[in-house]
């Protein structure tokens, strides 16, 4: 419906609703005023459109990635144990060794002639008491020589048994077999007790040890198989749990986990990095979520959910991470209406239209 009025050289226009001012022709150009009619605008109250994902309990695959390292299954730095003049060494650098082989050889001569003394000391003194005993036997000697010679001969053996320990301290043997490293020694060298003269790794199986969050304390055990990766390989390899830290780090709060591998091949070299893949316990009931509807806040982590049309806030406390999703632990219940889209123009209590 359209009306036309001329007030004072004015022109009044009202159409549908709308009200239009023209002023004289020629001198002004014409302005619009607003009515209030029915269709001027969206209200404040409008209902904000979203996505929803309902929550419901699924199975999920616990796995577990860490950082390890390859630690050798043995590894010693062979140190002299006596003093004295190197007289042999019996070493290749990087060769193999078996236990029990001769490393290396100290001066013994000053040892051997004592041992030698004692040696023939204790032989007269043998013969002295067998010609006491026969004597005590015809009361030609009282008793307390007798005993003063039987004395002697222990003496003697327990001398004699000191001296064949020093003795074999000169001689410096392999621990257990593996593979020599660099030596720090030379042939003609002068040792003390505790200079090192060289290292000896056994690295088939080797070792490898990693760190996990505390919160996996309960689900790592031993025995369990562990798979794991080299920089620059393709291949995964299996070490299997050997031992676990009775106690947490207590400044990062992580668990050290010890694994096997073997390594007959030399592939794993003791000090490489190492990446690992745990599996646990799979979890059959765990309550997964779209990783976009959380919202990080100062006191921890919130969603929104759809209650009577409604957005309302709740405080949950997440777990497992996958690529897409995340677990809630606690805050929610299976069929609650989550809100994924939209989040940003959000509020408590904000009319929610989903779509």
Excluded: C, H, W
């Amino acid at each position: 419906m359209r009306t036309i009025m001329l007030v004072g050289g004015i022109i009044i226009v009202l159409v549908l609703g709308k009200l239009f001012v023209f002023s004289k022709p020629g001198k002004d150009k014409p302005s619009e005023v607003k009515g209030s009619g029915s269709n001027g605008g969206n209200s404040a109250g409008a209902a904000v459109p979203v996505n929803v994902y309902v929550v419901k309990r699924e199975s999920i695959e616990n796995q577990i990635f860490a950082s390890g390292t390859v630690i050798p299954n043995e590894e010693v730095n062979v140190m002299a144990e006596a003093s004295g003049r190197l007289i042999k060494l019996n070493i290749k650098e990087g060769a193999n060794i078996e236990k029990g082989q001769l490393i290396g050889k100290i001066n013994d001569r000053e040892l051997q002639a004592q041992l030698q003394k004692v040696t023939y000391n204790q032989e007269l003194t043998k013969k002295i008491e067998a010609r006491q005993k026969k004597l005590l036997n015809v009361e030609a000697i009282n008793l307390e020589e007798y005993d003063v010679t039987s004395n002697n001969i222990r003496i003697l053996e327990a001398e004699k048994e000191v001296l064949e320990a020093q003795l074999e301290k000169t001689e410096i043997r392999a621990p257990f077999s593996g593979r020599i490293g660099l030596k720090y020694i030379s042939e003609g060298a002068y040792l003390a007790p505790g200079t090192p003269i060289v290292t000896i790794v056994q690295s088939n199986p080797v070792k490898v040890d990693f760190t996990v969050p505390e919160k996996y304390a309960p689900n790592i055990r031993v025995g369990n198989v562990v798979k794991f990766n080299l920089d620059g390989d393709p291949s995964t390899y299996n070490a299997k749990i050997l031992a676990i830290d009775p106690k947490v780090e207590e400044s990062l709060r992580t668990l050290k986990v010890r694994a096997i591998a073997p390594n007959p091949s030399g592939r794993f070299v003791p000090g490489m990095f190492v990446k690992i893949l745990a599996d646990l316990d799979a979890n059959k009931s765990a309550m997964m979520i779209p990783t976009e509807a959380i919202v990080p806040v100062l006191k921890g982590k919130k969603v929104f959910v759809v209650k009577n049309g409604k957005a309302q806030e709740a405080m949950v406390v997440t777990g497992l991470r996958t690529d897409k999703k995340i677990q809630v632990i606690e805050g929610l219940q299976p069929g609650d209406s989550l809100i994924t889209s939209g989040i940003i123009a959000i509020k408590p209590n904000t009319a929610v239209r989903v779509n």
